[in-house]
């Protein structure tokens, strides 16, 4: 088995940066993929970044991509989302992900159907 566990949210405000961190533990040798998903009250759950654990392409949705980078630490199994320049449409419960499977193509890699391994979430709020 394998647990995700997020850290790091908070309350910010609209220009500031913020870091979240996901701790991979168990079974992490069998991980592909690792992602960051998030979901606003009211809405779906939807993609933000993913990154595969052996190298490769990392992959961003459209309206985070230049304001978030996502990246790891493969010797603590450690993945982190920088996120900067918040706005208010930020706000949400940020989930991060592990898939057993590596992803190459995007469109495989960014839906949470392909991953297994889910953490509670960390809340980010950020006011304008």
């Known amino acids: 088995q394998v647990q995700v566990a997020e850290s790091g949210g908070g309350l910010v405000q609209a220009g500031d940066s913020l870091r979240l961190s996901c701790a991979v533990s168990?079974?992490?040798?069998?991980?592909?993929?690792m992602a960051w998903f998030r979901q606003a009250p009211g809405k779906e759950r939807e993609f933000v970044a993913c990154i595969p654990r052996n190298g490769g392409t990392t992959y961003y949705a459209d309206s985070v991509t230049g304001r978030f980078t996502m990246s790891r630490d493969n010797a603590r199994n450690t993945f982190f989302l920088q996120m900067s320049s918040l706005k208010p449409e930020d706000t949400a419960r940020y989930y991060c992900?592990?898939?057993?499977?590596?992803?190459?193509?995007?469109?495989?890699?960014?839906?949470?159907?392909?991953?297994?391994?889910w953490g509670q979430g960390t809340q980010v709020t950020v006011s304008s």
């Open positions: 992900a592990a898939s057993g499977t590596i992803y190459e193509n995007r469109q495989l890699a960014s839906r949470d159907q392909s991953y297994a391994y």
């Open positions: 168990g079974r992490t040798f069998g991980i592909g993929n």
